[in-house]
């Protein structure tokens, strides 16, 4: 039986959006209605182009709306990207047909499949080249959706910054041109998110793993100098470990449930087993999940939220504003999109020394808080 | 059927209405993709609207195989599975997709026994925009009242959910009301049970949120004889008329609750005064009615000036008195400033 009350990840569509609209230079254009347009308008606040496509669209052909705003475009973008939607996918219009010159075209109607899957689909038809002058790496897995991509971003260029390592080109949260001369090296941010551009050295997910990542670069780049990493690892390292030591003192290990993308979830789910001995009950995974020492389900709809809840009731929960509301008795951390009733301003990293630093942070000021608020 | 192009999809604007029958389930027939943009942005205006309540919008999951074979029985599915909740009500609604695949919903639900199901043929933006969401919910979830002797009290009729100042717009309906002695006795629909629809049948008065919902009142009153005052009061001498007119319509005096309402109005042009003979620019973006611009003017002798200071008239345009009051302390504040 279909059992998918409310829907909790956005669609293909929204994905390749997503990836378009994260590359200054492109002009990203949705065909289809404006009830397609509001929603990653709305979520991704960056400036995109609709067809705007009414019954009378669909019965006379869309061709002339399309070709009219994808020549306007053309005049102010570098290239001009075009998604598509449901009904002109089942109507079967033949787009690339009628539009003249190169179009980066995304077929990635909402029923197609999930917001990963949109978001690969267009990730294939960038235009990038790797350029073997580019100096650096790639950032990989930056996507505009993400709580953490801005902080992310910030975050391995730091780190890659005082490594003397520069960084070519941002998947997808840079500008057309980098991507034209990227590097044939990346360093990824969100495993889930490779874009397929450059070959991986690694991911910044975890101290350790950067720690890894940066040891490859050695390999392969001149000057790479891990000083300046490791003396802040060090400290960084101490002061969560004491933290967590303090907290146990006085409390017991939390029991923790984890709700996002795979890689971020079982990320954490290792760091607060590291750390706090916590119990993880599930991994929630909005996308397909990989291989874990954890228990995985899928999580894409808040009555599957609500079972794995109720079957290992957690006193943390990591996830999005949904899960919040499903389990407002649980301490909550904001980890993965979206995040409603709360104002988030700063970038905050998840990624390397002081996205862990970071999450730890949150965790243990929000098992405090809401240990505090269920004693008074 | 013509409709702006940029107005939104009718899908939104019918779940602005069935998510708000607070024991029923909306099943969108179409992909989680739809069902996830509708509810991503209820669940955000319902935070800014501190209704801590997640919405129950459940999705029939069409996928490349349901487009290809039809999608009937996916929706059978989901009915069925929204069933297993022992919903107050089930409100089906169409989207773009299953509207193009051109699945025969309405023979679907009516199979289903056993618990009120509704069609909303929405069809995604194949029906229109949100607008014409907002009334085919209106009117189709009127189907669950068998009728009624009308019995002296109001109905609001087609709130707009979705607006920040929904609540604020109702205690002010309700201040004006308390004048005249009516008592609003439903909102529809503004987070009620599916049971307390059947109070639309006994509504003495309808009145609407504005004159786009002509239409509802329009099948309200051909379907139980109810009158309907054709929307919530606009302006100063609007409020006036508004109460005139519903102590009209319910055969009340309303003399008197007119003029305490004046009393109250002057009070307030007298707390703004300083925005007397100012030199301004007013911003609004279009819709706002000429008439609740030309009565500000005329009242605080305005001064319309390119280069005057630039204030925006929100859309849309406040309710009652209390609402012209919080729009001029924010006037008022922008010209301290």
């Excluded at chain 1, 939607?85 to 010159?101: D, S």
């Amino acid at each position: 039986m279909r059992d998918c009350m409310n829907a909790l990840w956005p669609c293909a569509m929204t994905g390749a959006v997503t990836c378009f609209a994260g590359i200054r230079g492109i002009g990203t254009v949705i065909h289809g209605p404006s009830g397609c347009y509001f929603f990653p308008a709305t979520v991704l606040h960056r400036e995109l182009h609709c067809t705007f496509l009414i019954e009378e669209d669909l019965i006379f052909g869309a061709e002339e709306r399309l070709l009219e705003i994808v020549s306007t475009l053309r005049e102010r973008y570098a290239a001009v990207a075009v998604v598509n939607t449901c009904t002109p996918a089942i109507t079967g219009e033949e787009i690339r047909t009628f539009l003249p010159g190169e179009i980066l075209m995304v077929d990635s109607p909402g029923f197609l499949g999930n917001f990963e899957e949109g978001y690969h689909a267009a990730c294939s038809t960038l235009p990038a080249r790797s350029d073997p002058d580019a100096a650096g790496v790639n950032l990989d897995g930056l996507q505009l959706l993400d709580l953490f991509c801005s902080g992310n971003a910030l975050e391995a260029q730091r780190i890659l910054a005082a490594a003397g390592v520069g960084v070519a080109a941002r998947f997808c949260d840079g500008s057309l041109e980098e991507i034209g001369h990227s590097s044939c090296r990346s360093v990824q941010t969100n495993p889930d998110l490779a874009s397929g551009y450059g070959q991986s050295m690694g991911t910044f997910l975890g101290i350790t793993e950067t720690e890894e990542t940066l040891k490859s670069l050695e390999k392969y780049l001149d000057g790479v100098d891990m000083g300046a990493f490791e003396q802040e690892k060090e400290s960084v390292e101490r002061a969560i470990e004491v933290s967590c030591e303090k907290f146990l003192m006085r409390h017991d290990p939390p029991v923790v449930a984890i709700f996002s993308g795979f890689s971020y979830a079982d990320f954490a789910a290792r760091m607060l087993k590291q750390y706090l001995d916590a119990s993880v009950t599930v991994l929630g995974c909005r996308n397909s999940p990989g291989n874990s020492r954890f228990r995985t389900a899928g999580a894409c709809s808040l009555s599957a939220v609500k079972d794995l809840i109720a079957k290992d009731p957690p006193d943390l929960l990591l996830g999005s504003s949904f899960e919040r509301l499903a389990c407002p008795e649980a301490a909550f951390v904001p980890f993965t999109y979206p995040m409603r009733g709360m104002v988030r301003l700063k970038a905050r990293p998840l990624i390397g020394i002081q996205g862990m630093a970071g999450l730890m942070e949150d965790v243990l000021n929000a098992c405090l808080d809401n240990r505090h608020t269920m004693n008074t | 059927m013509i409709s702006s192009r940029t107005e939104g999809c009718t899908l939104t604007g019918a779940l602005s209405i069935t998510t708000s029958v607070q024991d029923a389930v909306s099943v969108i027939h179409g992909p989680d993709g739809c069902a996830h943009h509708n509810f991503s942005l209820l669940h955000a205006l319902h935070f800014d609207n501190e209704q801590l309540v997640l919405p129950s919008i459940l999705s029939s999951s069409l996928k490349e195989q349901e487009i290809i074979f039809g999608g009937e029985h996916a929706l059978e599915d989901a009915i069925t599975g929204a069933m297993g909740g022992n919903p107050g009500a089930i409100f089906v609604l169409t989207s773009c997709v299953a509207a193009a695949i051109g699945d025969d919903v309405s023979a679907v639900c009516n199979e289903i026994k056993g618990c009120p199901v509704i069609l909303i043929p929405t069809g995604g933006f194949l029906g229109g925009g949100f607008s014409d969401g907002v009334r085919s919910a209106l009117i189709a979830l009127s189907d669950l009242c068998n009728g009624g002797y009308p019995n002296g009290m109001v109905t609001l009729v087609g709130e707009k959910n979705l607006e920040y100042e929904a609540e604020a717009n109702y205690r002010e309906l309700q201040r004006l009301l308390g004048l005249l002695g009516v008592k609003a006795q439903l909102r529809f629909v503004r987070n009620i049970a599916t049971s307390d629809i059947e109070k639309i049948g006994s509504s003495s008065l309808n009145i609407l949120r504005d004159e786009s919902l002509a239409d509802v009142g329009d099948a309200l009153r051909d379907r139980f004889g109810t009158p309907y005052q054709p929307s919530f009061p606009v302006g100063f001498e609007g409020t006036l008329t508004f109460l005139s007119h519903v102590g009209d319509a319910l055969n009340i005096e309303s003399d008197r609750a007119v003029s305490a309402e004046m009393v109250h109005q002057e009070g307030i042009l007298e707390h703004f005064s300083e925005l007397r003979g100012r030199a301004v620019k007013v911003y609004h973006s279009g819709r706002t009615s000429d008439p609740f611009l030309t009565e500000l003017l005329e009242l605080f002798d305005l001064e319309l000036k390119d280069r005057g200071q630039l204030l925006s008239l929100p859309d849309p345009i406040p309710v009652g008195t209390s609402g012209l009051s919080r729009m001029l302390s924010r006037w008022q504040r922008i010209l301290h400033a």
